[in-house]
Each structure stands twice: as structure tokens, then as C-alpha cells.
């Protein structure tokens, strides 16, 4: 049997995001043909619409907020790391042309 090829990462704009939750959430249709005709796949958008009610108040979890505020301080440390390590080679070099 073959192996399937992984299917590339994409990115979704959060306005198509919230169209697709809307679909799903009418029910006319359920999940799994919505992401069907949409060439998503299922469980991204039941992620989708289980985030939805998270931000709406209608399920318990990390809003979408909540979620990005600890990867931008993870990405604000790791910059400000950086910056100390360059500050100290500046700091070795000065110290060893004054001597």
C-alpha cells in the first residue's frame, strides 16, 4: 500500500475561518462535509468551531487571547536573550581593546 503524501501547511485568513465556523454552526450540513467541500480537512475545522465557542463564553478553555499572549512573551524572552548575549560579546570585545 502506497503512503499518502502529507499534505502541505497552509494558512487560513480568520475571516474565512469565521465563514467556515458559521457554516458548521447554522447545521445545515455537518463538519465533515463542510470541510469536505472546502478541501480542508475535518479536524482543523472542528478546532475551528471548537475555539469559536471558547471565545463566545460557550465552552470552557483558553480563549484565543489567552493562547497568544503566552507565545508572544516566548518570543519577546527569546529576543531579549539575544540581545543580552550580544551586549555581552560587545561587552568581551570593548574590555579586550582597552587593554
Keep these: 500500500m502506497a503512503k499518502k503524501k502529507p499534505r502541505p501547511r497552509r494558512s487560513f485568513t480568520p475571516e ?4 467556515i465556523v458559521e457554516l458548521c454552526r ?15 480537512t475535518e ?3 472542528r478546532q475551528w468551531v471548537r475555539q469559536a465557542e471558547i471565545d463566545a463564553g460557550e465552552r470552557d478553555g483558553l480563549t484565543s487571547g489567552e493562547r497568544e499572549e503566552p ?6 524572552n527569546r529576543r531579549l536573550r539575544e540581545d543580552v548575549e550580544v ?4 561587552t568581551t570585545f570593548f574590555v579586550r581593546e582597552t587593554r
Design 16 to 19: 474565512f475561518r469565521t465563514e
Design 26 to 40: 447554522r447545521g445545515d450540513r455537518p463538519i465533515s462535509e463542510v470541510a469536505r467541500d472546502f478541501d480542508l
Design 71 to 76: 507565545a508572544a512573551l516566548r518570543r519577546e
Design 87 to 90: 551586549l555581552k560579546r560587545a
Design 43 to 45: 479536524t482543523s475545522v
